[in-house]
Each structure stands twice: as structure tokens, then as C-alpha cells.
């Protein structure tokens, strides 16, 4: 079993809607959770990272987490063509063997269309 | 500020030889992170560099192996290249710190036939 679940999708939605991604985890040392965009042809851009439990908005994003439940979620609101890629939620723990390591899902295909 | 650049961005090489890829980070990171990413295993953490030391490692083979130098600057280098280390290989940097995330380049994707 992966340390980290994402389902691959693909997810198609209609261009207003509002979107849904989850991950969910295994590894309760994980302290730090992020939310990576990737297109086509192209490295991962961030997104969202946040600390612990709880949520966090920047614009149209919100990002959730629920340590008790392991489970890692992002919400785009009135997507937009231009939010489709790869979205990928990553995450972190503490200790002093984390160094410079993320640990990803596979990674969930969006396609918002007009 | 420049973003992660990474050199080149495509390689083409035969199986047995051996890739030097290199990436500079943003500037004042001190922390380069190599990842390497394919369809069937996604984004795959291969080793961590800090004040040129390595501090972290991932499970790769002893073939896949890295350097940073004293400008941050770093390089890492796979031998005896096999097939199925065709992969988009990504560096990342951070200042250092482990609650700090880290941000990516363009990737080298590499083909190996």
C-alpha cells in the first residue's frame, strides 16, 4: 500500500463548477500537506501548503486537511479552462530523515471544459 | 526572482552510457532536492543536498548518485543508464528549513533507448 492515495481520475467538469480533490494518507508522522499544479510538459507549481489541520483559502483555492481521518482535500470554485492539469498533493513529516523529501500521490487528471 | 532552471531540458541516450543533469536553484536556497517522475510511479524522492552535503537519500540503486556545489548549484548523475530510467526528472529548492515546501524546475526529461 502507498504511503499516499490519490485517485488518478480523470475528472472532466464543466467550466463554473465547483471542483473536488482528495487524498488520503497512512504515515501519521506527516506534519506539512501541499497541493501541486502540473501542465502538460511542464514542473509542478504550488499551490497550497498548510500546516497541520485545518483550512486555508487563496482565491478561488481552498485547502482542507483532517489529520484524525488522514485525509488531504482541495476545492478550486468556478474553475476555469485554464485549471486543467495534473493536480498533486504532496506532504512532509518533522523528523530529521524528512530532509528535502516529499512524499506525492500519483496525481489526479482535470479537464474543465468551456 | 529566476524560478529552478534545469539543463538541458531533453536528453536522448543508449542504454550502458551514463547522464549528467544540472540545476540551479532560486537564488539564497541552499536545499536541492532531485525527484524523479514516471506514469506508473509518479514523483519518486531520489536524494537532498544541503551546504553541499547530502542529507537525505531515497531507494535508488548506488547508480543514480548527486553533487552540489559551493553556489548551490547542483548536478546529479545516473550510470550504466537502463531503460527504465526514462523519466522527467525534477529538482526542487528550498531555503533549507524542514517546514519550508520547496519549488520546482522545468524538469529534464530523459529518453533512454
Known amino acids: 500500500q502507498k504511503e499516499v492515495e490519490q485517485d488518478p481520475g480523470p475528472l472532466s467538469v464543466p467550466e463554473g463548477a465547483i471542483v473536488s480533490l482528495n487524498c488520503t494518507y497512512s504515515n501519521s508522522a506527516f506534519q506539512y500537506f501541499m497541493w501541486y499544479r502540473q501542465y502538460s510538459r511542464k514542473g509542478p507549481e504550488l499551490l497550497m501548503y498548510t500546516y497541520s489541520s485545518g483550512n486555508k483559502e487563496d482565491g478561488r483555492f481552498t485547502a482542507q486537511v483532517d489529520k484524525s481521518s488522514k485525509y488531504i482535500s482541495l476545492f478550486i470554485r468556478d474553475s476555469q479552462p485554464s485549471d486543467s492539469a495534473t493536480y498533486l498533493c504532496a506532504m512532509k513529516d518533522a523528523g530529521g530523515t524528512s530532509y528535502g523529501k516529499l512524499t506525492f500521490g500519483q496525481g489526479t487528471i482535470l479537464t474543465v471544459h468551456p | 526572482k529566476a524560478g529552478v532552471t534545469q539543463t538541458p531540458r531533453y536528453l536522448i541516450k543508449t542504454r550502458g552510457q551514463q547522464v549528467t543533469l544540472s540545476c540551479s536553484p532560486i537564488s539564497g536556497h541552499r536545499s536541492v532536492s532531485w525527484y524523479q517522475q514516471t506514469p506508473g510511479q509518479g514523483l519518486q524522492f531520489l536524494f537532498e543536498?544541503?551546504?553541499?552535503?547530502?542529507?537525505n537519500k531515497g531507494n535508488f540503486p548506488g547508480r543514480f548518485s548527486g553533487r552540489q556545489f559551493s553556489n548551490s548549484r547542483s548536478e546529479m548523475n545516473v550510470s550504466t543508464l537502463e531503460l527504465g530510467d526514462s523519466a522527467l526528472y525534477l529538482c526542487?529548492?528550498?531555503?533549507?528549513?524542514?517546514?519550508?515546501?520547496?519549488?520546482f524546475g522545468p524538469g529534464t526529461r530523459l529518453l533512454v533507448l
Open positions: 543536498y544541503f551546504s553541499e552535503t547530502q542529507r
Open positions: 526542487a529548492s528550498s531555503r533549507g528549513q524542514l517546514q519550508e515546501t520547496q519549488y
